[in-house]
């Protein structure tokens, strides 16, 4: 599963993208992959804190949106990993079985939001 959004990009300077980072969405298995994009999420949005600073190299900007969105964008990580992780880990296959239709069903907030399955 890659996770990533349209301003996640290197924290420290790189020129990584979140164009860059779904690419590796196609490198994985096909039947076992999955892509949760998340418009307006940087790199922090993934992160599951607000920290201001990153190993004391100065303020870390974060553009308004992705502030504006945190508390969304950590809500839909968490239930669609949670899912994801349940389709694939549970220990039977019932347990597996009955999370993989709730990935196919899963509402994204934000009309940029998508989770491609494949």
Do not use: C
């Amino acid at each position: 599963m890659v996770a990533t959004g349209s301003l996640d990009s290197d924290p420290l300077g790189g020129a990584l993208t979140g164009a860059g980072r779904a690419g590796v969405y196609s490198g994985l298995p096909p039947g076992q992959r999955a892509l949760l994009w998340l418009e307006d999420a940087d790199h922090m949005s993934f992160a599951g804190n607000a920290s201001p600073r990153i190993n004391g190299r100065g303020a870390f900007e974060r553009a308004a949106q992705a502030w504006a969105l945190e508390a969304r964008h950590h809500e839909a990580v968490a239930g669609i990993t949670a899912l994801w992780w349940r389709s694939k880990l549970a220990s039977s296959a019932e347990d597996r079985s009955s999370a993989a239709p709730g990935l196919r069903q899963v509402k994204l907030a934000g009309p940029g939001d998508r989770l491609s399955l494949s």
